[in-house]
């Protein structure tokens, strides 16, 4: 018998079950989506992340979002995400900001020497202040981790109320990249006589940027 | 217990530092848990908690199953599960691993089933450099200690202490400041990240339906672990699967707010296999090690399988009149507290430390606070009699004689009284907790003085009843 095997027929044996013994369906799932105005939603998103001590901008247009972001980074340097929807906004050309890693040595030299990381966010959820990040192609996963100021460009079309409605959009989430992060305000610990103390290992600060133009969103 | 068991909890309860910083720490931990899952906060807090304890209940019952069902999903997305019967399978796995990749740095991500399983110890006995990254574990692996708190490792640290610990093992200046030892911290940590060739994680949960290891945290050192390296091996017990993705909706609510009063932590991590084809980064390689040690024992007994639905959230350590006194160092295994208590004898034998599973008063402030609905209480009294009755010499004949003669007291409400009436004058005479068998429960204790009047003297003088 195979280790597989033998472990399976102890957990089996243990249970008094047979090997492909039917199962009954688990309990239903337990999710609760409340109403909520997308007005509502974009405060509640405001109020829950600066309550983490993350900064909040709402902008009404790409041309708006890009000059944030010019404003917070500088002349950088900065590390952006190959998001499509940052390269429209014209803040992967923007000075100071490299962008277009394909190649993974070159992403995390590059993420090392940056002072910020900029990405999109796949969703974004009001009732915890927190972003959604699904790996890909376009969305690396070192970017929101390794610079010590995180910025992330979402869309308010994107914004959910909480991780029940994720649940319910995205019941699936690895079938849509190989990591899901969700994001809820700085890096912080209180391992040293539970004083807050940010920016341990991931970002020490956090900018969301919510973009109210939907139309041009994908 | 042993006498070195003994003096390791006189000095823990001697210890006014220590008694200051556990008490506080439990208390924040408490105080901001109880406003989380206040009704103000999240008013469906029961009903999330049967949920979760139906969840956990239905996987393990069918938990063949659903290890059967994570394999094909975490095989399907391109990674694979090794199956380890105990701690020394899994190192040896982790160890084949290693040399087959050359790697001699692993980083490591805070896992109470590695200490568990003392898979640092076992690595670094063959050469092998394991560093944890967690703040807090670091900080007590620098210090040669095991953790204190299953959420909070160096709950016992003053910033003093870390300043020597820092100054004496990474030879940098003396720094008081938590803030300035962090970031020696994330300094000296990143340089490891970087250059590990793997990364090992424990997991918060592992998801049947899609292959996935969820794990949480605030500090970003998983995350690094788990991305960084070119290997990801996440180490975790069986008991950990739940069946769907959409189950984390429930089970997260609960983690966070449970263990420090966080509606969720400021990382969640939910990671199905290696890099995708196109993706820049993340592992090349995801294994998941599946570890029983021991579990299929617990699962066996229908009664204590219940035992397994811990998600470690460490609430009721908080709430534990008894983990906030003696800590977390005293009790025998990698698990503290009232969950310690009952799983170490499960693990273990009850027979080893059978003294476990009565450091306890019952007083029920665990049951109360287990987001999984996990009744320990019950659970430390089917273990007591278990005790009794396989380790023979527990229980003293004089002990015995005692509960033969309360019980044979109770049967005689006149000669009761008679004797609680003589009882309460002894309690109250200069020389009582003194001498005689109170006198060594006394040391480290205060002796109650008896209340003035017996609830029978009470009852007898109680205002009539008024019908309205």
């Known amino acids: 018998m195979s280790s597989r095997e033998a472990f399976l027929e102890g957990v089996r044996k243990a249970l008094g079950r047979k090997s492909g013994q039917p199962v009954p369906a688990p309990p239903s799932p337990l999710l609760s989506i409340p109403a ?183 | 217990m042993s006498p070195e068991q003994r003096d390791g909890i006189r000095q823990a309860v001697g210890n006014p530092k220590l008694q200051l910083a556990l008490y506080s720490a439990t208390a924040r931990l408490l105080e901001k848990r109880l406003e989380a899952v206040s009704s103000r906060q999240l008013p469906s807090y029961q009903q999330l908690r049967e949920q979760a304890h139906q969840l956990k209940r239905h996987t393990l019952d069918h938990l063949d199953h659903y290890i059967v069902e994570f394999e094909s999903n975490v095989i399907a997305h391109g990674g694979k599960v090794v199956f380890a019967q105990n701690g020394e399978e899994a190192a040896d ?143 975790a017990g069986i008991e950990k699967l739940i069946p769907r993705a959409q189950d984390l909706a429930v089970f997260l609510k609960l983690l966070g707010r449970s263990a420090t009063g966080q509606p969720l932590t400021a990382y969640t991590s939910f990671l199905s296999g290696p890099r995708r084809l196109g993706e820049v980064d993340g592992p090349d390689e995801f ?12 699962l066996a007994d ?18 534990c009149p008894v983990y906030r006194k003696i800590g977390g160092h005293n009790y025998p295994w990698a698990y503290s507290g009232p969950i310690g208590a009952i799983i170490t004898p499960q693990y273990l034998g009850v027979t080893k430390d059978p003294w476990l599973p009565f450091a306890s008063s019952l007083c029920g402030a665990c049951a109360e606070v287990c987001p ?7 659970i430390l009294l089917d273990l007591r009699k278990e005790v009794i009755e396989r380790s023979p010499g527990f229980s003293t004949s004089a002990e015995k004689s005692a509960f033969r003669l309360y019980a044979w007291l109770m049967k005689r409400p006149k000669l009761y009284a008679l004797a609680a009436a003589a009882g309460r004058r002894l309690a109250r005479l200069p020389f009582a907790g003194k001498v005689g068998p109170a006198a060594k429960w006394a040391r480290e204790r205060e002796l109650p003085v008896p209340a003035a009047k017996s609830f029978r003297q009470l009852w007898r003088e109680r205002p009539p009843r008024t019908n309205q």
């Not at chain 1, 405001?46 to 917070?72: K, N, S």
């Not at chain 1, 906004?89 to 100071?96: E, W, Y």
């Not at chain 1, 040293?192 to 969103?217: D, F, K, N, T, Y």
């Open chain 1, 36 to 218: 909520i105005t997308p007005a509502a939603l974009i405060t509640m998103f405001q109020q829950r992340l600066e309550a983490l001590g993350g900064v909040f901008h709402l902008v009404a247009t790409q041309e708006q979002a890009c000059r944030q972001v010019e404003t917070i980074v500088g002349n950088g340097p900065a590390v952006a995400s190959n998001n499509g929807v940052l390269v429209k906004a014209g803040i992967t050309s923007l000075a100071g900001v490299q962008s277009g890693f394909l190649e993974e040595a070159a992403l995390r030299e590059a993420c090392t020497n940056a002072a910020f990381g900029i990405t999109g966010a796949d969703y974004a959820m009001a009732e915890t202040g927190t972003l959604v990040l699904f790996s890909s192609p376009a969305e690396a996963r070192l970017i929101s981790l390794l610079p010590p100021v995180h910025i992330a460009l979402v869309a308010a079309s994107r914004l959910l109320t909480g991780i029940d409605e994720l649940a319910a959009i995205a019941p699936n989430p690895a079938g849509l990249g190989s990591s899901m992060v969700l994001i809820t305000g700085p890096s912080r610990s209180a391992d040293i006589e539970m004083i807050l103390v940010r920016g341990v290992h991931g970002p020490r600060a956090i900018h969301v940027i919510v973009l109210e133009e939907e139309s041009r969103i994908p």
């Open chain 2, 372 to 378: 999984v609905k996990i009744d320990i209480p019950k």
């Open chain 2, 93 to 235: 796995f982790v160890l084949g691993l290693a040399h087959a990749k050359g790697a001699s740095l692993i980083v490591k991500s805070k896992s109470m089933t590695t200490e568990e399983i003392r898979l640092n110890e076992r690595l670094e006995h063959h050469k092998l450099a394991v560093v944890e990254t967690d703040l807090g574990e670091y900080i007590i692996q620098l210090a040669g200690e095991r953790p204190f708190h299953i959420i909070a490792p160096a709950v016992h640290k003053t910033r003093q202490d870390i300043a020597g610990i820092f100054q004496k093992e990474l030879g940098v200046a003396r720094d008081e400041d938590p803030e300035h030892q962090a970031m020696i911290a994330r300094k000296t940590l990143r340089e490891k990240f970087l250059t590990a060739g793997i990364g090992i994680s424990g997991a918060n949960f592992l998801v049947a339906d899609s292959g996935a290891v969820v794990l949480v945290e605030n500090e970003g050192n998983i995350r690094l672990c788990t991305t960084a390296p070119r290997v990801h091996v996440a180490v």
């Open chain 2, 287 to 298: 294994y998941v090690v599946l570890l029983d040690n021991g579990r299929t024992r617990l």
């Open chain 2, 302 to 319: 229908p009664d204590k399988r219940q035992s397994l639905y811990c998600i470690r959230c460490g609430a009721c350590l908080n709430v």
